[in-house]
């Protein structure tokens, strides 16, 4: 502000074009409080005039520094599409030099298969709609990754000028996101595919998955166990234990233990049980348990201990049997030992005389204690007289109402179920051996049909040793009677002394009741 008293108005121009505000004549000094009052005013207004200049000049370095470094990439795109800015992160993401795409078309940026999807964006970005999407992205060498793309319309004055969107490459996460699907339809292949049956019980006991395998298992279709509590699918007897297993369970516990389990159609399984406990934040949800059915595997172990006990005891009958014996006490051995080794009641053996085709019953043991013996039975008659005949075993399930039966049996009904064997020695049926049992609720089975077979045949050899043990007897009781015969004659004279000795030799070998000698006079 100038005052003068002597200042004319050529000066007062330039001093006002150098920088003056005002100029006051010193003889009118009126304007001169409200001139400083207002020159202070404008000066506070350029003040702050000046700091908002350097806050917006430092509010645009700051975010030019941002859109320059963030992550994401950016780019601005005029009311036509063309692209007039792109951030350097968008610039790598899609592998362009910032000054290659600037002026081009957002669609360089977009395969064709997803430029609709950009146009219906940037349509809404015209309807001044903000809002993100998923949409594949082309780079310059042709390759695609996945983008997030963050869209804001531009308007200047009210007047569409563009848009700015903001793109997030999610090409490994959703790399990640697919394999993580695809290992869960490839575990949930595995588990409804598995063997084995595999469910999930809650936390208070009731099934909530279950696989095709366990319901096949158990004979329940899906929707019958789902909701279900386990206790509809294990006996009452092995409560206790699942129960002390859940427990384990919520305790943190896996392991592993055997288990019986009821089908829908009552039948049993024995089943290996694999549980594992479920945690969320620290609370326990459940278990997750897999069931192999061992069943199979158990009855093949029953019968592998059943076989190795028939055949220790096989065995030892074989032994007892074949340890030198009369042909009684022979007969009376393996009747017991067959009776004993099928765990049956009775038993008889029979031999048989081809010649006449006919089977002689030795011995017959009953479970009543009576013994039967001596009857002679003609081939194809009864169990004994079919089984020498074919050569075949016969197994009867209840003989008082068999075709085939001997009246013989009919007053004493010694026994229900029988199971005949031939007897075979150098392809030739020499008897047949029989076990028989009165108990109503025995059957005898193909497995005991093979156990008494392979008996039958240490019993063929021990009945032919047997034989040759008496006939060896016979022939050395024949030769001792001959020398003694002989030494006796020789030393006397006497013919009734010769007579009488005679007799008495025959006796030792043929072993009549009665003799007697007839001397022939004459030539």
Same mark, same amino acid.
């Given at each position: ?18 920088? *003056? ?5 010193? @003889?009118?000094?009126?304007?001169? *409080?409200?001139?400083? #009052? ?74 064709? @298969? ?9 349509? $809404? ?5 903000? @809002? $993100? ?31 700015? #969107? ?17 290992? =869960? ?5 595995? /588990? ?40 509809? %699918? ?149 169990? *004994? ?54 108990? =109503? ?14 008996? *039958? @045949?240490?019993?063929?050899?021990? /009945? ?11 022939? $050395? ?16 004279? %006497? ?13 030792? /070998? ?14």
């Amino acid at each position: 502000i100038l005052v003068s008293g002597t200042i004319g108005e050529e000066v007062a121009v330039t001093a006002m074009k150098a920088g *003056a505000h005002d100029y006051l004549m010193k @003889d009118d000094l009126v304007r001169l *409080a409200p001139a400083v #009052e207002r020159e202070l005013q404008e000066a506070r207004v350029r003040t702050a005039r000046k700091q908002a200049e350097e806050e917006l000049r430092r509010l645009k370095s700051f975010n030019e520094d941002i859109v320059q470094n963030i992550f994401d990439g950016i780019t601005v795109t005029d009311e036509n599409g063309i692209i007039n800015f792109i951030n350097p992160t968008a610039s790598q993401m899609f592998g362009y030099p910032p000054e290659e795409l600037m002026g081009k078309h957002w669609s360089v940026l977009v395969p064709p @298969d997803h430029q609709p999807m950009m146009q219906a964006a940037y349509d $809404r970005r015209k309807q001044g709609i903000s @809002d $993100r999407y998923e949409i594949s992205m082309q780079r310059k060498d042709g390759s695609l990754i996945s983008a997030l793309a963050s869209g804001a319309p531009r308007f200047i004055e009210g007047k569409f000028a563009g848009a700015l #969107e903001v793109f997030a490459d999610i090409t490994e996460r959703k790399r990640m996101q697919d394999e993580l699907v695809r290992l =869960k339809e490839f575990n949930e292949g595995i /588990i409804q595919n598995m063997y084995e049956g595999v469910g999930v019980v809650n936390d208070t006991g009731y099934w909530a998955f279950v696989n095709p395998a366990l319901t096949q298992m158990l004979g329940y279709s899906p929707q019958e166990m789902i909701g279900t509590h386990w206790m509809e %699918s294990v006996p009452p007897e092995q409560h206790t234990r699942v129960e002390n297993a859940y427990q384990r369970r919520r305790e943190g516990k896996a392991d592993r233990y055997e288990l019986e389990m009821v089908r829908k159609d009552g039948q049993r399984i024995t089943v290996e049980v694999s549980g594992s406990p479920q945690f969320e934040n620290g609370q326990f949800t459940g278990t997750l348990v897999v069931f192999t059915d061992i069943s199979t595997r158990k009855q093949a172990e029953q019968a592998l201990r059943r076989h190795a006990t028939e055949l220790a005891a096989l065995h030892s009958a074989s032994l007892t049997i074949t340890a030198p014996h009369d042909m009684d006490s022979l007969v009376h051995a393996i009747i017991e030992q067959a009776i004993q080794l099928l765990g049956a009641s009775g038993g008889s053996l029979s031999l048989c005389d081809p010649l006449r085709r006919e089977v002689h019953v030795y011995e017959e043991m009953t479970g009543t204690g009576k013994r039967y013996g001596g009857i002679v039975i003609p081939y194809g008659e009864g169990a *004994a007289g079919w089984v020498a005949e074919q050569g075949k075993p016969l197994i009867i399930d209840d003989y008082s109402t068999w075709p085939g039966r001997l009246a013989y049996y009919e007053p004493d009904k010694p026994f229900t179920a029988a199971l005949s064997v031939p007897i075979i020695w150098r392809d030739q049926v020499t008897g047949v051996l029989q076990v028989t049992d009165s108990d =109503k609720a025995r059957r005898f089975n193909d497995d005991d049909t093979d156990l008494l077979r392979l008996f *039958a @045949d240490q019993a063929a050899i021990a /009945i032919d040793n047997a034989r040759l043990l008496e006939a060896e007897r016979a022939n $050395r009781a024949r030769a001792d009677a001959l020398r003694e015969a002989t030494r006796m004659i020789g030393a006397t004279l %006497s013919l009734n002394d010769v007579l009488n000795v005679t007799l008495g030799q025959l006796q030792r /070998i043929l072993r009549y009741a009665s003799g007697s000698t007839e001397p022939v006079e004459g030539e």
